[in-house]
């Protein structure tokens, strides 16, 4: 088993190596593309919560509070790119940057060149996008009336995904079948993540601490 995952592994980086080639091509031929991985639940349309005046908006492992901060932790799993030149060079630099990162996946790698000055020479106009609406388990939004997605980020393991992603749909529906009355007095929150919460995953939760920690300070953060 340890050996086909790591063929999985492998394969899954070199798709997403090839995955920012097929996104240039589409973008050269005029395609504003919208890409987001398996492990995201839609609550509500994510596309009014897109600002016209960014060429690429990109989801949040952990958001400082400013769009506009390259100092955000990105996250591929949602990403929004409009179709102009700035994206089309951002896929190219990204896909040639794999080069000097080799092995990494591609979310490392943009968050590594993110802040490049031949990206920022170009123009190219980036905004990371707020936790509260584009949401997932590394800092999971509170607020049902506003969050729009859910994905299951700083989980490792399919079966702990689906476990959790199946308890935030029955979170979701039974907020949906209460009045605007119930909601406010009940309150109702998320039960997950439960199963996601594993050694593993709580390493690399602690890891994100760690990162955000010495960009921003030591703040308070509610995780649950």
Not at 102 to 117: L, M, P, S
Not at 183 to 200: D, F, H, I, M, Y
Request: charged share 25%.
């Amino acid at each position: 088993m340890p050996s086909v995952w790591k063929e999985f592994q492998k394969e899954r980086k070199v798709y997403n190596h090839k995955g920012l080639y097929i996104i240039e091509a589409k973008l050269t031929k005029i395609l504003t593309h919208t890409m987001q991985d398996a492990d995201i639940m839609w609550f509500r349309d994510p596309f009014p919560y897109l600002t016209s005046d960014a060429d690429f908006q990109i989801a949040c492992d952990i958001y400082n509070g400013y769009p506009k901060s390259p100092r955000n932790k990105a996250n591929g799993g949602f990403v929004f790119a409009r179709a102009n030149k700035r994206t089309i060079n951002l896929y190219k630099y990204w896909y040639m940057a794999r080069e000097v990162f080799q092995g990494k996946h591609d979310q490392y790698v943009f968050n590594k060149i993110k802040e490049d000055e031949a990206l920022m020479r170009s123009g190219l106009r980036i905004e990371f996008l707020d936790t509260k609406y584009i949401s997932g388990f590394c800092a999971l939004s509170h607020n049902m009336e506003k969050v729009v997605t859910v994905h299951a980020n700083c989980c490792y393991g399919l079966k702990s995904k689906l476990d959790d992603l199946r308890r935030i749909l029955a979170d979701w529906k039974r907020f949906n079948a209460m009045t605007p009355l119930e909601r406010r007095v009940q309150n109702l929150g998320w039960s997950a993540p439960k199963a996601c919460v594993t050694s593993e995953s709580l390493l690399h939760w602690f890891d994100f601490l760690f990162y955000f920690r010495l960009a921003y300070g030591n703040i308070q953060y509610n995780t649950i």
